[in-house]
T-cell receptor, first 113, second 115 residues
């Protein structure tokens, strides 16, 4: 199994500012992912965080808006840049273990005023 | 492109009832299928994982089945309790056109178990 610690759990931010979300895993994992869940919606994959190289972004998401760091096999950050009210969502960090089971952090609930 | 559909979108049942949640997917070339539970405003908890070679998995009062050929999975909850109230999400792991594994979620079934 994998235990994921995600911080902050929630935040209220002003338009135009940026927020960095941290994800810490209790074991080394190859694959880490960042998801967004907009109100009343299911999860949408933002990007795959790759250790030692740039993240791989899904269609509709760009590095300038959602820069990601992956300095080692247990840690990643997602920054939501130049925020607008449309960025209000739950952001979730996820990992896949060697057994192909996907685990999620508790999420960061972001509200942008 | 993989599409995952869950029916019904919402379900309300009295305590003690047995119930079935449905999940269908369009591309049968999957690695596995997972059922998750999400409580309001919270992250996801993995309930059951079924590998593509398996037909079902059981954990306590939960039983999940997989029929890969027809692109369907069901989550059976026996003797439902108010604590089962949550949104249940189905997700499939598959290979995208770029040969990368992807996880695609259904939109979820919001379950309410009434005391």
């Amino acid at each position: 199994s994998a235990v994921i610690s995600q911080k902050p759990s929630r935040d209220i931010c002003q338009r135009g500012t940026s927020l960095t979300i941290q994800c810490q895993v209790d074991s080394q994992v190859t694959m880490m992912f960042w998801y967004r869940q907009q109100p009343g919606q299911s999860l949408t994959l933002i990007a795959t965080a790759n250790q030692g190289s740039e993240a791989t972004y899904e269609s509709g998401f760009v590095i300038d808006k959602f820069p990601i760091s992956r300095p080692n096999l247990t840690f990643s950050t997602l920054t939501v840049s130049n925020m607008s009210p449309e960025d209000s969502s739950i952001y979730l960090c996820s990992v896949v273990t060697a057994e192909n089971i996907q685990y999620f952090g508790a999420g960061t609930r972001l509200s942008v005023l | 492109k993989q599409e995952v559909t869950q029916i019904p979108a919402a379900l309300s049942v009295p305590e003690g009832e047995n119930l079935v949640l449905n999940c269908s997917f369009t591309d049968s070339a999957i690695y596995n299928l997972q059922w998750f539970r999400q409580d309001p405003g919270k992250g996801l908890t993995s309930l059951l994982l079924i590998q593509s070679s398996q037909r079902e998995q059981t954990s306590g009062r939960l039983n999940a089945s997989l029929d890969k050929s027809s692109g369907r999975s069901t989550l059976y909850i026996a003797a439902s309790q108010p604590g089962d109230s949550a949104t249940y999400l189905c997700a499939v792991t598959w290979i995208s056109s770029g040969s990368a594994r992807q996880l695609t979620f259904g939109s979820g079934t919001q379950l309410t178990v009434l005391p």
